[in-house]
């Protein structure tokens, strides 16, 4: 094949990747800066070569065939591989500290979290352009399957099979309380007590409101959520206003809070944060550096679920 044969077979494989990421040629075309045709002939071109079809168009809506899975298997590596050429290289020769790095993180994980890492990295790292990504759980596996994202930091329960999740910290469960609610002058409160109250909960879509469900409908027990706030800092606010009770990790918990909290570890697993990747996704040199600062292991296929670090709370 002609040397201007192989550089626009690449081309064409470009717009095939990032046309099954987003699932729709118009938004393909918006991301790479093309005319839908040109994208559309792109694909077209692919499938006249290799006699299938990548495809099945339904609307403005389009799913991979079978052959499709494959070839796109096989040519996201390639693509991927050659659109971080200059950032490999670079590490390669000592000097992984050109780029773009971006992450995507709930608000509790971006606030409690990485601060820590992202000043550490920024330190040694100045003149990576860094971008973090407050999204909700959804949002973030959006962002992963359309590369969007080098890789998300945050807490998973149910993990999809196109998807990698490696816990790395695990926090405590907690009930909060204002210090004059009842419930703080108990020595002992069972998942009954705590049932009589009105909670505070974050939205129920969001992975916490189904975790407290879980726990109450194993008990068999009626529970009333009084308010769903997003954010923890503001569900920590209308707790000290006394406006109700919350389960919450200790991982947004630092001390200065007007709040009775108490371990709820009978009741509660610990909850467990870590680095969730789109499985088969290339990782730039800035991504493993950061990810090397939260987990040095990550890399070398220990079972770190079984190691995860107790993070006390701050």
């Known amino acids: 094949m002609a040397r201007s044969g192989r550089q626009n077979r690449l081309t064409q494989l470009r717009g095939f990747c990032v046309t099954a990421q987003t699932g729709s040629i118009s938004a393909a075309a918006e991301r790479l800066d093309l005319s839908q045709p040109s994208v559309s002939m792109q694909i077209q071109a692919l499938e006249r070569d290799f006699g299938v079809m990548l495809f099945e168009r339904r609307g403005p809506r389009i799913k991979l065939t079978p052959e499709g899975e494959n070839l796109l298997e096989i040519a996201l590596p390639i693509v991927e591989g050659m659109d971080t050429l200059p950032e490999t290289f670079a590490a390669r020769c000592g000097n992984p500290a050109h780029g773009d790095l971006d992450i995507a993180a709930g608000e509790s994980t971006l606030l409690y979290l990485l601060p820590p890492f992202v000043e550490q990295f920024a330190r040694e790292y100045p003149a990576v352009q860094f971008r973090l990504h407050n999204v909700t759980g959804r949002d973030g596996l959006s962002m992963l399957r359309a590369d969007e994202a080098d890789f998300a930091v945050g807490s998973m329960i149910d993990v999809p099979d196109d998807i990698s999740y490696r816990p790395v910290f695990r926090y405590q469960p907690m009930l909060i309380t204002a210090p004059e609610h009842p419930l703080a002058r108990q020595s002992e409160v069972t998942l009954e007590d705590i049932s009589r109250h009105g909670l505070i909960l974050p939205p129920r ?99 770190r679920a079984e190691r995860v670090t107790q993070e006390p709370t701050r």
């Open 205 to 303: 879509h969001l992975s916490t409101w189904r975790m407290v469900k879980s726990v109450f409908d194993q008990h068999e027990l009626e529970y009333q959520v009084r308010l769903e706030a997003g954010g923890w800092e503001v569900i920590k606010k209308y707790v000290e206003m006394n406006l109700g009770i919350s389960i919450v990790t200790n991982i947004c918990l630092d001390g200065s809070e007007k709040l009775h909290a108490r371990p709820m570890g009978d009741y509660f697993r610990d909850r467990s944060y870590g680095v969730v990747t789109r499985r088969g996704k290339f990782l730039s040199p800035q991504a493993k550096a950061f990810i090397r600062l939260m987990d040095d292991d990550f890399f070398h296929g220990s079972t």
